[in-house]
């Protein structure tokens, strides 16, 4: 039914302000499928469709609609076969002229205009009875200015208007944006109605991810003149507003690792110890998601530095939490400079969401780390809140101890002997290091310092 190849459309070409809206879009509809558009602001999903409806011509590409080729149609020839509700309720309607006078107007679209009477007392009859298909109780109101309407009532009426004479193809951007959500609710349900009722195919553009996942048998979410996802069918079937908003996520996240990737690769310093950091980070669950090598690749291809084998799954084993804060100091001590901190900071973030999990070891590595980079930023030489310190119970328990490599030497505190293992800024970390001498079998806790870190 519609078929579109390699639109594309630049706004404000070669000036500072151009906008590249449209990048080589290819989309076939079938007949009677129901397409619902979504995207970003700026993503380029009402511009598709008035591309589609004529409001310009693109720069290049092909559009065909039930078999006419119409690129370079005009916008009132290509009405005839298009039927279009916008979001502004007032667009597409004369306010001053009654109900049934614009939908007499609706009746003959596309038939020529004589001098003879437009609203005969069949016609009149017709409208009223589709005008009840609304439950709106607006088919004992026909002589009214359609002006004096509600914004969901003259909506409805606008759909009506639309879809009076089927057209090929029916285009509704975000025509229910502007409306209160009871108004708009009723509005969806006589979209519905309608586009079932004459098996109208129908781009349909919407910001509301239950219309999306409610409506139509095809979403397309567009990002930056371009298909990004094109779930048709089962996929289709199984979407979900949550499922939708992360793909939204995926793209903001995407965007903003694009950013301080472009920003950290231009000049940072220290590259071996930052790679050794991401991939410390990224290894604290234990599997390194494709996604996550994916982003450790692109800086190391960047600043020529040789990342180690991605492990096969279930081989290596996770990465303790000790070790990734030991990458970070060993970074911090290079004295990078401190925007580049925080963008190392941005990137691992990156990395611990690229997988959609974030993991309690991840959770507490990042706490740690952020709360050492803000440290380093303000040249604060505070020592962390929360000291972890091991406390045998038997002599055996002491000499293991003693053998490990610890940075401080035992003391006494409150009447016994305590070797410290460190002291740490984040809880949720201090825990997780506490861990690891627990599992040993060694008494072990956390001492919360307070005052004396400031």
Known sequence: MLKLTRIAKTFHRGTPNEVRALQGV????????????????????????????????????????????????AEHRRAVSIGRVFQNPFSGTAPSMSIAENLALAARRGLGRGLGRNLSSNLRSEIGDRV???????????????????????????????????????????HTAALDPKSADQVIRVTHEIVQRDRLTTMMVTHSMQQAVSLGDRIIMMHKGRI??????????????????????????????????????????????????????????????????RLLSRFAERWGVELSAMPASGEGGPVDVATARRAVEAYLGTL??????????????????ADA???????????EIAAMVAGYASHSDAE????????????????????????????????????????????????????????????TTCLDRGAESV
């Open 228 to 293: 990004l996802h094109d779930l048709q069918a089962e996929e289709k079937r199984r979407a979900s507003v949550e499922g939708l908003l992360k793909r939204f996520e995926d793209v903001r996240r995407r965007e903003q690792m694009d950013a301080t990737t472009e920003t950290l690769g231009r000049d940072a310093a220290s590259k071996g110890e930052l790679i050794a950091v991401f991939e410390a980070i990224a290894g604290l669950d234990g599997v390194i998601d494709p996604r996550e090598w």
């Open 132 to 174: 009840r298909t609304l439950e709106m109780g607006l088919e004992d109101r026909l002589d009214n200015p359609i002006g004096t309407l509600s914004g969901g009532q003259r909506q409805a009426l606008t759909l009506l208007m639309a879809s009076w004479i089927k057209p090929d193809l029916l285009l509704l951007d975000e």
């Open 26 to 73: 290819n989309l076939e509809l079938k007949e009677g499928s129901f397409l619902i558009v979504i995207g970003t602001n700026g993503s380029g999903k009402s511009t598709l469709l008035n591309a589609v409806a004529g409001s310009f011509l693109p720069d290049s590409g092909e559009i065909e609609l039930a078999g006419h080729a119409m690129t370079n149609w």
């Open 357 to 367: 999990e974030v993991s309690p070891e991840e959770s507490a590595a990042i706490d």
């Open 384 to 443: 962390g809140r929360f000291e972890v310190v091991i406390v045998p119970q038997t002599p055996e328990q002491v000499a293991r101890v003693e053998a490990f490599s610890l940075p401080q030497p035992a003391r006494k505190e409150r009447g016994g002997v305590v070797h410290p293992v460190g002291r740490f800024f984040s809880l949720e970390y201090a825990e997780k290091i506490c861990e690891r001498y627990v599992d040993q079998g060694l008494f």
């Open 336 to 353: 990078p400079p401190v925007h580049q901190a925080l963008e190392m900071l941005d990137v691992l973030e990156q990395i611990v969401w």
